[in-house]
């Protein structure tokens, strides 16, 4: 067979441009999300950081826009988005306060998106209003002492006992851990089992046998309360448990899978605040009689932050895009993750660079930039996990 360019060519082919833009409704709610963190979480991201305050009265004006609720479907209470719509919406949040946004994301992508696709009908409509309306924030409570990227070890466990289960175990390093009323917990059901004994449990912090234990003092993200839980004989109810008994580990990793789209997205817009306030600076700033941006050294600079973090933000769209389609998208979401955080760290030490002096001190955003920027190469799943993940998918 003549198989050639042409032989696909047809008299009536009209070339059809691959777009790589946000539609109209996206880019709408990319417009209201963007003017409300100027408005709104501008004003005050420093001061969160500076007192390590969590940021308890914007997320109540996000959650009467919807964004608390960005993947909910509308008939528990949510506003039903796209991926590519959350994505837009965890950037620009993130660009004004980066705790802000890995709260929304972890709100969204770990606690409501695992009730949405494992929760019984009566799970959904107790849990996800509370969620979307933001009555109650929630959290992931996965890793452990000595479980971070091997969850498959952890050993907390739940013990079923007449129409209970008994949970012992502590959690460490959970957003929002201290503040969260609806948690998404794992624990050890089948210690013989392996990774497929791990079940997983909503967990509501007035039950019995709960309280929160340490609330650690970080280098970032300092409006952002992470916390040690702990479960002493805490009892939940047999109808509580997410999924059936040993579909834990699955649930985590799928979780996972769309949470660090999320936190992509929070590493793009903490970069491209880097650019931003880099390019304002730059204009500004006199040496040798000159704007410094008039210098190559500085353009330079610039232009590779600027190239980065929009590969980074396709790279971002591309996973979101995916998930949306309903195709896979580990290797993907891994991808964006991998790269967005490094890009973000490596925006972050260019802005410093070129404020200076000025950069090194808390006068200037870029400073807050420098130390956010770095968590989002370790939390939910680090740099070297990424790369465990793309490579497992390019050689199976």
């Known amino acids: 067979m003549d198989s050639n360019i042409e032989s696909f060519i047809f008299p009536d082919f009209i070339p059809t441009p691959m777009k790589l833009e946000l539609n109209d409704n996206q880019k709408m709610i990319q417009k209201m999300v963007r003017e409300f963190a100027e408005k709104e979480i501008a004003p005050v991201a420093a001061e969160l950081d500076k007192k390590g305050e969590y940021p308890t009265k914007i997320l109540e004006k996000m959650a009467k826009l919807g964004l608390l609720g960005i993947i909910v479907p509308p008939e528990y209470g949510g506003a039903g988005l796209d991926t590519v719509s959350y994505v837009t919406v965890i950037e620009e949040i993130s660009k004004k306060c980066a705790s802000t946004g ?9 606690v409501c998106w695992p009730i949405i696709h494992f929760g019984t009908e009566k799970q959904k409509k107790k849990y996800l209003p509370q969620l979307a309306k933001g009555e109650k924030i929630g959290a992931f409570a996965g890793t452990e002492p000595n479980a971070g990227s091997d969850l498959g070890s952890m050993q907390t466990t739940a013990e079923l006992k007449g129409d209970k289960y008994i949970i012992n175990g502590t959690k460490t390093f959970i957003t929002s851990g201290s503040k969260a009323g609806i948690i998404i917990v794992f624990a ?66 799928m979780a996972l899978d769309g949470g660090r789209i999320g936190i992509a997205a929070q590493a793009v817009g903490i970069a491209q605040a880097a650019l931003d306030e880099s390019i304002e600076y730059s204009k500004q700033r006199q040496q040798f009689g000159k704007p410094i941006s008039k ?85 939910e799943g680090t740099s070297e996990i990424q790369r465990l993940v793309i490579a497992n998918n390019l050689l199976k």
């Open 102 to 110: 890995v709260i929304t994301s972890v709100h969204n992508s770990l």
């Open 188 to 253: 050890v059901t089948d210690k013989e089992a392996g990774s497929r004994g791990i079940s997983a449990f909503i967990v509501e912090n007035t039950m019995k046998g709960f309280k929160v234990g340490s609330i650690f003092e970080k280098m970032g993200i300092n409006a952002n309360h992470v916390a040690e839980l702990v479960f002493e004989d805490m009892e939940v109810p047999k109808e509580n448990l997410l999924g059936k008994e040993g579909e834990g580990f699955k649930i985590a990793l």
């Open 295 to 379: 210098f190559q050294a500085v353009q330079w600079m610039l232009t590779d932050m600027a190239t980065r973090i929009q590969a980074a933000r396709l790279l971002v769209y591309n996973a979101a895009y995916l998930k949306d389609k309903g195709e896979r998208f580990t290797k993907e979401a891994a991808m964006a993750k991998l790269f967005a955080s490094e890009t973000a760290m490596d925006a972050a030490i260019k802005a410093v660079q070129i404020h200076g002096g000025y950069g090194y001190t808390k006068e200037y955003v870029v400073e807050r930039l420098f130390r956010d920027a770095k968590i989002t190469e370790i939390y």
